[in-house]
């Protein structure tokens, strides 16, 4: 039961430099999430596609991109990583907006 | 704008003890209300949800109701066990909304 798949699970990034997180489900979801969990805030969303095809800006969008490649895969790309992009980053996927939200196990993102 | 607000913890209990973790939160509407778990290491889990006024989710001991009048959903279990030391977020979601909100997570630790 593979459901959401990310990489990588670990990164270290120097300030500046640009990397893209991977993210596909099985589950043939309609709607994927990009979230980041910092300590006490609980989870916050980056960017969302409600649909293949659409991306939409969630709460906390800045200095991000995405990208929905097909149905399965939708990447989370950091163009010119800051040191307060250190954070734990989810994908997530649903059947679509409103439903039941699973998750990936995480990719921890430390900028130095 | 949405709001879930939950205690902040660490909350530190014998294993057997009483659990209760408090969630409030703030919306128009309906929401949608929603536990979900993170073990360490580990992505989010649904543990449980309720999509109405007095509906009470539940799943492995866990129950929550949720009540409008008060605009709570609060977790509980009776006897809890040393494997349900975790992160516990309370979040909600639009009834045709694209995400959820949630709380700053509640880090539980059971002891033998």
């Known amino acids: 039961n593979a459901g959401v798949t990310q990489t990588p699970k670990f990164q270290v990034l120097k300030t500046g430099q640009s990397m893209t997180l991977q993210c596909a489900q099985d589950m043939n979801h309609n709607s994927m999430y990009w979230y980041r969990q910092d300590p006490g805030m609980g989870l916050r969303l980056i960017y969302y596609s409600a649909s293949e095809g659409t991306t939409d800006k969630g709460e906390v969008p800045n200095g991000y991109n995405v990208s929905r490649l097909n149905k399965r895969e939708f990447s989370l790309r950091l163009e010119s990583a800051a040191p307060s992009q250190t954070s734990v980053y989810f994908c997530?996927?649903?059947?679509?907006?409103?439903?039941?939200?699973?998750f990936g196990e995480g990719s921890w993102l430390t900028v130095v | 704008g949405d709001s879930v607000t939950q205690m902040e913890g660490p909350v530190t209990l014998s294993e057997e003890a009483f659990l209760t973790i408090n969630c409030t939160y703030t919306?128009?509407?309906?929401?949608?209300l929603f536990w979900y778990v993170q073990y360490p290491g580990e992505g989010l889990q649904l543990l449980l949800k309720?999509?109405?006024?007095?509906d009470k989710g539940s799943n492995k001991g866990f129950e929550a109701t949720y009540r409008k009048e008060t605009t709570s959903f609060h977790l509980e279990k009776g006897s809890v066990q040393v494997s349900d030391s975790a992160v516990y977020f309370c979040a909600l979601a639009k009834a045709a909304g694209n995400k959820l909100t949630f709380g700053g997570g509640t880090r539980v630790l059971v002891k033998p």
């Open positions: 919306a128009t509407g309906y929401p949608s």
């Open positions: 309720a999509t109405k006024a007095d």
């Open positions: 997530a996927s649903s059947e679509r907006p409103g439903n039941t939200i699973y």
